[in-house]
Protein backbone atom coordinates (compact mmCIF):
# COMPACT_ATOMS: atom_id res chain seq x y z
CA UNK A 1 0.00 0.00 0.00
CA UNK A 2 1.42 3.50 -1.06
CA UNK A 3 0.48 6.09 1.94
CA UNK A 4 -0.73 9.57 0.50
CA UNK A 5 1.62 11.70 1.79
CA UNK A 6 0.51 13.19 5.59
CA UNK A 7 2.85 16.73 5.65
CA UNK A 8 2.12 20.36 5.93
CA UNK A 9 0.94 21.84 2.62
CA UNK A 10 2.33 25.23 1.35
CA UNK A 11 2.12 24.17 -2.26
CA UNK A 12 -0.39 22.68 -4.24
CA UNK A 13 -3.78 23.27 -4.39
CA UNK A 14 -7.09 20.94 -2.43
CA UNK A 15 -8.13 18.76 -4.52
CA UNK A 16 -11.69 17.26 -3.71
CA UNK A 17 -13.27 14.65 -5.69
CA UNK A 18 -16.13 12.94 -5.94
CA UNK A 19 -15.92 9.00 -6.12
CA UNK A 20 -18.54 7.26 -7.97
CA UNK A 21 -18.55 8.49 -11.66
CA UNK A 22 -15.00 10.37 -11.12
CA UNK A 23 -12.60 7.82 -9.98
CA UNK A 24 -14.92 4.87 -10.22
CA UNK A 25 -17.68 3.29 -12.20
CA UNK A 26 -19.68 1.33 -9.40
CA UNK A 27 -22.87 0.95 -11.22
CA UNK A 28 -23.20 -2.53 -10.95
CA UNK A 29 -22.61 -2.70 -7.03
CA UNK A 30 -25.26 -0.29 -6.40
CA UNK A 31 -27.76 -1.65 -8.91
CA UNK A 32 -26.72 -5.20 -7.07
CA UNK A 33 -27.43 -4.26 -3.91
CA UNK A 34 -30.43 -1.62 -4.70
CA UNK A 35 -32.06 -4.84 -6.29
CA UNK A 36 -31.08 -7.35 -3.25
CA UNK A 37 -32.23 -4.86 -0.86
CA UNK A 38 -35.48 -3.97 -2.52
CA UNK A 39 -36.71 -7.67 -2.62
CA UNK A 40 -35.59 -8.88 0.79
CA UNK A 41 -32.85 -10.88 -0.83
CA UNK A 42 -30.37 -12.71 1.56
CA UNK A 43 -26.53 -11.78 1.39
CA UNK A 44 -25.61 -15.02 -0.31
CA UNK A 45 -27.59 -13.47 -3.26
CA UNK A 46 -24.80 -11.19 -3.71
CA UNK A 47 -23.11 -12.63 -7.07
CA UNK A 48 -22.74 -12.41 -10.58
CA UNK A 49 -25.45 -14.58 -11.41
CA UNK A 50 -27.67 -12.96 -9.04
CA UNK A 51 -26.76 -9.59 -10.75
CA UNK A 52 -26.99 -10.88 -14.40
CA UNK A 53 -31.02 -11.69 -13.99
CA UNK A 54 -31.77 -8.51 -13.33
CA UNK A 55 -33.96 -7.68 -15.75
CA UNK A 56 -32.66 -5.91 -19.10
CA UNK A 57 -35.21 -3.04 -18.64
CA UNK A 58 -34.62 -2.39 -15.45
CA UNK A 59 -30.93 -2.27 -15.72
CA UNK A 60 -31.70 0.52 -18.09
CA UNK A 61 -33.92 2.28 -16.11
CA UNK A 62 -31.68 2.30 -13.21
CA UNK A 63 -28.59 3.20 -15.62
CA UNK A 64 -30.38 6.30 -17.03
CA UNK A 65 -31.85 7.31 -13.64
CA UNK A 66 -28.24 6.83 -12.41
CA UNK A 67 -27.50 10.30 -13.35
CA UNK A 68 -29.78 11.94 -11.10
CA UNK A 69 -28.45 10.20 -7.69
CA UNK A 70 -26.41 12.19 -5.31
CA UNK A 71 -26.56 9.75 -2.60
CA UNK A 72 -27.49 6.30 -1.54
CA UNK A 73 -31.27 6.99 -0.54
CA UNK A 74 -31.61 7.70 -4.12
CA UNK A 75 -31.46 4.26 -5.53
CA UNK A 76 -34.66 3.40 -4.09
CA UNK A 77 -36.37 5.94 -6.70
CA UNK A 78 -35.97 3.38 -10.12
CA UNK A 79 -38.32 0.62 -8.37
CA UNK A 80 -40.90 3.50 -8.31
CA UNK A 81 -40.86 4.53 -11.64
CA UNK A 82 -43.13 3.36 -14.77
CA UNK A 83 -41.07 5.02 -17.23
CA UNK A 84 -44.04 7.04 -18.69
CA UNK A 85 -43.18 10.17 -17.61
CA UNK A 86 -40.35 12.76 -18.50
CA UNK A 87 -37.46 12.65 -15.96
CA UNK A 88 -35.20 15.70 -15.42
CA UNK A 89 -32.77 16.49 -11.93
CA UNK A 90 -36.49 18.45 -10.46
CA UNK A 91 -38.71 15.68 -11.30
CA UNK A 92 -36.63 13.40 -9.78
CA UNK A 93 -36.19 14.82 -6.36
CA UNK A 94 -39.95 15.70 -6.93
CA UNK A 95 -40.51 11.64 -6.90
CA UNK A 96 -38.02 10.73 -3.73
CA UNK A 97 -39.53 13.52 -1.45
CA UNK A 98 -43.26 12.55 -2.73
CA UNK A 99 -42.29 8.97 -1.00
CA UNK A 100 -43.27 8.30 2.97
CA UNK A 101 -39.83 9.57 4.56
CA UNK A 102 -39.86 6.50 6.92
CA UNK A 103 -40.22 4.39 3.81
CA UNK A 104 -37.01 6.47 2.82
CA UNK A 105 -35.00 5.97 5.13
CA UNK A 106 -35.53 2.35 5.87
CA UNK A 107 -34.27 2.11 2.57
CA UNK A 108 -31.39 3.68 3.10
CA UNK A 109 -30.54 2.06 6.14
CA UNK A 110 -31.35 -1.53 4.48
CA UNK A 111 -28.81 -0.25 1.64
CA UNK A 112 -25.83 0.89 3.71
CA UNK A 113 -26.05 -2.82 5.76
CA UNK A 114 -26.58 -4.86 3.08
CA UNK A 115 -23.25 -2.99 1.08
CA UNK A 116 -21.46 -2.96 4.54
CA UNK A 117 -22.16 -7.00 4.78
CA UNK A 118 -21.45 -7.46 0.90
CA UNK A 119 -18.49 -5.77 1.36
CA UNK A 120 -17.00 -7.82 4.31
CA UNK A 121 -18.34 -11.33 3.33
CA UNK A 122 -17.72 -10.82 -0.43
CA UNK A 123 -14.63 -8.79 -0.88
CA UNK A 124 -13.19 -9.96 -3.75
CA UNK A 125 -16.34 -10.03 -6.07
CA UNK A 126 -17.40 -6.60 -4.27
CA UNK A 127 -13.99 -4.93 -5.63
CA UNK A 128 -14.72 -6.39 -9.34
CA UNK A 129 -18.00 -4.40 -9.84
CA UNK A 130 -15.93 -1.10 -9.23
CA UNK A 131 -13.82 0.03 -12.76
CA UNK A 132 -11.60 2.92 -12.52
CA UNK A 133 -12.25 5.62 -14.66
CA UNK A 134 -9.32 7.54 -13.85
CA UNK A 135 -5.42 7.07 -13.15
CA UNK A 136 -6.20 7.58 -9.44
CA UNK A 137 -2.37 6.38 -8.63
CA UNK A 138 -1.09 8.90 -11.40
CA UNK A 139 -3.36 11.56 -9.76
CA UNK A 140 -2.50 11.14 -6.25
CA UNK A 141 1.22 11.58 -7.16
CA UNK A 142 0.92 15.17 -8.95
CA UNK A 143 1.72 17.26 -5.16
CA UNK A 144 -2.08 18.48 -4.30
CA UNK A 145 -3.67 17.45 -1.29
CA UNK A 146 -6.69 15.14 -2.17
CA UNK A 147 -10.22 14.86 -0.61
CA UNK A 148 -13.20 12.81 -1.62
CA UNK A 149 -16.40 14.09 -0.91
CA UNK A 150 -18.47 11.89 -1.69
CA UNK A 151 -22.25 10.22 -1.38
CA UNK A 152 -20.46 6.80 -1.14
CA UNK A 153 -19.64 5.78 2.26
CA UNK A 154 -16.44 6.42 3.11
CA UNK A 155 -15.47 2.68 4.12
CA UNK A 156 -16.33 1.73 1.25
CA UNK A 157 -14.32 4.71 -0.67
CA UNK A 158 -11.32 3.23 1.88
CA UNK A 159 -11.32 0.05 0.74
CA UNK A 160 -11.45 0.57 -2.94
CA UNK A 161 -8.65 2.65 -2.95
CA UNK A 162 -6.42 0.41 -0.74
CA UNK A 163 -7.92 -2.31 -3.02
CA UNK A 164 -5.39 -0.12 -5.97
CA UNK A 165 -2.68 0.60 -3.30
CA UNK A 166 -3.63 3.69 -1.66
CA UNK A 167 -4.90 5.07 1.42
CA UNK A 168 -5.95 8.18 2.28
CA UNK A 169 -6.18 8.92 6.20
CA UNK A 170 -10.64 9.10 7.61
CA UNK A 171 -10.40 12.89 7.77
CA UNK A 172 -9.77 13.30 4.51
CA UNK A 173 -12.50 11.39 3.19
CA UNK A 174 -16.25 12.89 3.57
CA UNK A 175 -18.80 10.44 2.71
CA UNK A 176 -22.36 9.55 2.65
CA UNK A 177 -23.02 12.91 1.64
CA UNK A 178 -26.31 14.51 0.66
CA UNK A 179 -25.44 17.94 -0.02
CA UNK A 180 -21.57 18.87 -0.25
CA UNK A 181 -21.98 22.34 0.43
CA UNK A 182 -21.23 22.77 4.40
CA UNK A 183 -18.41 20.57 3.41
CA UNK A 184 -16.81 22.00 0.87
CA UNK A 185 -17.09 25.50 2.02
CA UNK A 186 -15.09 23.80 5.50
CA UNK A 187 -12.39 22.71 3.16
CA UNK A 188 -12.48 26.35 1.07
CA UNK A 189 -11.54 27.65 4.59
CA UNK A 190 -9.08 25.41 4.94
CA UNK A 191 -7.49 25.81 1.68
CA UNK A 192 -7.28 29.79 2.47
CA UNK A 193 -5.62 29.08 5.92
CA UNK A 194 -3.14 26.88 4.07
CA UNK A 195 -2.77 29.43 1.21
CA UNK A 196 -4.13 26.97 -1.25
CA UNK A 197 -6.28 27.11 -4.42
CA UNK A 198 -9.06 24.82 -4.35
CA UNK A 199 -10.59 22.89 -6.98
CA UNK A 200 -13.76 20.74 -6.93
CA UNK A 201 -14.64 18.06 -9.53
CA UNK A 202 -18.09 16.22 -9.64
CA UNK A 203 -19.85 14.34 -12.38
CA UNK A 204 -23.22 15.23 -10.83
CA UNK A 205 -24.09 18.93 -12.50
CA UNK A 206 -26.00 19.88 -9.71
CA UNK A 207 -23.50 19.25 -7.11
CA UNK A 208 -20.96 21.31 -9.67
CA UNK A 209 -23.84 24.36 -10.20
CA UNK A 210 -23.92 24.09 -6.42
CA UNK A 211 -20.18 24.70 -5.42
CA UNK A 212 -19.87 27.47 -7.55
CA UNK A 213 -22.98 29.25 -6.35
CA UNK A 214 -21.67 29.04 -2.92
CA UNK A 215 -19.24 32.45 -4.47
CA UNK A 216 -15.88 31.12 -2.35
CA UNK A 217 -13.87 30.95 -5.36
CA UNK A 218 -13.85 26.91 -5.31
CA UNK A 219 -12.42 26.02 -9.06
CA UNK A 220 -16.04 23.46 -9.72
CA UNK A 221 -15.13 21.29 -12.74
CA UNK A 222 -17.88 18.92 -14.39
CA UNK A 223 -16.83 15.56 -15.00
CA UNK A 224 -17.78 14.48 -18.92
CA UNK A 225 -16.93 10.94 -17.74
CA UNK A 226 -19.03 10.41 -15.59
CA UNK A 227 -23.17 9.66 -15.06
CA UNK A 228 -24.74 12.52 -16.95
CA UNK A 229 -28.11 13.06 -18.75
CA UNK A 230 -29.21 15.39 -21.62
CA UNK A 231 -30.55 17.86 -19.89
CA UNK A 232 -27.37 17.92 -17.70
CA UNK A 233 -25.75 19.35 -20.97
CA UNK A 234 -28.62 21.98 -20.97
CA UNK A 235 -27.87 23.43 -17.52
CA UNK A 236 -24.05 23.29 -17.64
CA UNK A 237 -24.84 25.75 -20.98
CA UNK A 238 -27.39 27.57 -18.06
CA UNK A 239 -24.92 28.20 -15.74
CA UNK A 240 -21.68 28.18 -17.77
CA UNK A 241 -19.98 25.24 -16.08
CA UNK A 242 -16.44 24.66 -16.99
CA UNK A 243 -16.72 20.77 -18.13
CA UNK A 244 -13.40 18.81 -18.07
CA UNK A 245 -12.15 15.46 -19.84
CA UNK A 246 -9.84 13.18 -17.83
CA UNK A 247 -6.86 14.67 -19.77
CA UNK A 248 -7.81 17.93 -19.49
CA UNK A 249 -8.27 17.36 -16.02
CA UNK A 250 -4.70 16.22 -15.81
CA UNK A 251 -3.20 18.70 -17.95
CA UNK A 252 -5.33 21.62 -15.34
CA UNK A 253 -3.84 19.44 -12.36
CA UNK A 254 0.06 19.40 -13.71
CA UNK A 255 0.49 23.13 -14.29
CA UNK A 256 -1.69 24.25 -11.60
CA UNK A 257 -0.80 25.05 -7.76
Known amino acids: MKPYPNRAWSEG ?23 NVFHGRAIDDFNRDALHAIPEEFRNKFRLLRSYVRHDGH ?24 MPSDFRNE ?5 MAYREAARQLHPEFWAQL ?8 GLFSLGHEV ?18 GLHLADSDIFGRMTDKREVLTHLKDEANRKGQNMTFVDDNIEN ?12 ALWANWGYRSPDHQAMASSYAVTEVTADSLFDFLKTSG
Open 147 to 164: KIVSGKDAQSISAILCQH
Open 130 to 137: HTLLIDIE
Open 75 to 98: FIVPFHDDGTAPVDSGSFSERYAA
Open 208 to 219: VIEAAQLELGIN
Open 107 to 111: FRQAF
Open 13 to 35: MLLALDFDGVVVDGLDECLLVAW
